[in-house]
């Protein structure tokens, strides 16, 4: 019984603390939630030509499920990352170094995506787009260590951030409810 209680605690003790992920969950609901309901709103005029506000509600119940989902899985990639790398790399500090990677992962792909436009990228391109990202993340986090008034900044604009969580949150929820009942029906 000592032994499978000293195994869990030392699981537990791998993973951040619950507020540093509910910290990093809301940068990243955030992020996936702005970028989903942008695409929605630039889609809508084509939207009201071609469907009804039904169909109009359905794409839009689907696509918020589909972003609740994939916060949920790019938060649990972040949270595996940390249990299994070494604790000072990402465990320690997660919430300001989840924000940095959250922050740095969102403006990569926004660039790449507009960089790409129909074109297939070239290896270059697919190299520019994974080296640099990491390069600056380092850079980013030694910047955090050496600069505490930049970590509270960070903090602070974290706080506010998480603010977001009580509006896209219950709309995911919501959605995702939609879409398992249209999908039953």
């Known amino acids: 019984m000592r032994k499978a209680r000293d195994t869990l605690d030392l699981i537990k003790n791998r993973f951040p603390k619950r507020g540093d992920l509910l910290a990093v969950f809301g940068v990243v609901v955030f992020a996936s939630y702005s970028w989903s309901l942008l695409g929605f709103f630039n889609k ?8 009804t506000l039904s169909e109009i509600g359905d794409i839009f119940a689907f696509m918020m499920a589909f972003t609740l989902l994939e916060s949920l899985a790019v938060t649990a990639v972040l949270v595996l990352l940390a249990a299994a790398l070494p604790s000072a790399w990402l465990r ?55 600069m505490p008034k930049v970590r509270s900044i960070l903090a602070s604009i974290q706080d506010r951030i998480l603010i977001m969580l009580f509006i896209y949150l219950p709309m995911g929820l919501i959605s995702l409810v939609v879409v398992m009942y249209r999908n039953l029906l």
């Open 44 to 51: 809508l005029s084509s939207f009201l030509l071609r469907f």
């Open 92 to 146: 320690d500090g997660f919430a300001i170094k989840g924000f940095v990677i959250v922050l740095i992962a969102t403006a990569t792909s926004i660039l790449f995506q507009r960089s790409l436009e129909d074109d297939y990228p070239s290896t270059l391109l697919l190299a520019a787009v994974t080296l640099i990202p990491l390069i600056l993340t380092v850079a980013l986090f030694a910047v955090l260590r050496s």
